[in-house]
């Protein structure tokens, strides 16, 4: 059997009995998508890589908790760096928060904010940006899960836990709140005059 038909599971029990080379094979097979995964996820794509590799330490860290969804690590791993990305995110604000408390330069221009608005770019991309932060982090991975990674309702649910119909009622606030978000002009007249 070639190394491209064997399934996750497969990989999965060799790597548990100590193949290394089995554990190699998960993360060549996915490796592109979880680095992908985390490129959305991340304020700052370049931390990607770190992500990514943070992602796989924890599969194998956290082994006796890894939860295979229809025979794939892969959810797993995508549910790992929606966690992760959210921590770096959460140390990077109380980051800013500590640079916001030391005196400003001499009138040297901020590198960072241009930096962060040529990356930013498009308005309809900060504003996508600005909702997902608002919604909860379930909700986050569920969008990402099914929407960027093409991941099923129901495998998404099963890889945070929740069950099916919670899933779909979440997921269709999540799209409503998103579309009001970047759509404006889509919000009936009785949401526009809503406080």
Known sequence: MGTSQISDVELWQ?????????FARLFDRHRDRVFL??????E???DSEDVTAIAFLELWRRRDDVRIVNDSVLPWLLVTVGNTARNSARARRRHRRFLATLPPPDNEPDVHD???????????????RQAMRELSPVDQQLLTLTHFEGLTLHEASDALSI????????????????????EPSVRTPEERTAP
């Open 37 to 42: 995964y985390a490129q959305r996820q991340l």
């Open 114 to 128: 241009d930096v962060a608005n040529r990356l930013d770019g498009e308005s309809e991309r900060r504003a996508l």
């Open 14 to 22: 060799s790597s548990l009995a100590g193949d290394g080379a089995a």
């Open 44 to 46: 700052i794509p370049a």
């Open 163 to 182: 069950g099916y119909g919670a899933a779909k009622t979440r997921l269709s606030r999540a799209r409503s709140r998103l579309r009001l978000a970047i």
